[in-house]
């Protein structure tokens, strides 16, 4: 079975890390720990994490998805097929939000390091509908 393209698999790796802390957040409802403006931090616009945290929920769905028809999946060739297809859907999902996966991935790099840059993307992150 063919592995994830490396960026796109930087992003997912980027985004199943940052998630638990997602569903955490979302559950308590609280803001983010005080944190001093960082140094590292890019500047980032709000449009730019709104994006992020768009794509980062579109991202995770997709993951789960995915994951669970590649478990499912009987033949090699099935496997890798769900793969391809998987790494499409999730370029797609993260430049419909008109990120390159490159910027996605770089912006969950930051927001891994720094706490306010991941406190402001946690705010946007919506609670799934149930």
């Known amino acids: 079975m063919r592995s994830l393209a490396p960026s796109l698999a930087a992003a997912a790796l980027a985004a199943a890390w940052l998630l638990p802390i997602c569903a955490v957040s979302v559950q308590a409802q609280s803001p983010p720990g005080p944190a001093g403006p960082s140094a590292a931090a890019p500047d980032l616009s709000d449009r730019k994490l709104d994006a992020a945290a768009a794509a980062l929920q579109r991202v995770a769905s997709l993951q789960q998805d995915y994951r669970q028809r590649v478990a499912e999946a009987q ?6 097929r769900i793969v391809a297809e998987a790494n499409r859907a ?17 912006i969950l790099d930051v927001a891994r390091n720094d706490v306010e ?4 993307i946690l705010q946007r992150i919506q609670p799934p509908e149930k």
């Open 90 to 106: 999730l370029s797609k999902a993260v430049t419909d939000q008109g990120l390159s996966v490159e910027e996605y991935a770089a």
């Open 75 to 80: 033949a090699p060739a099935e496997k890798d």
């Open 117 to 120: 840059i991941r406190g402001k």
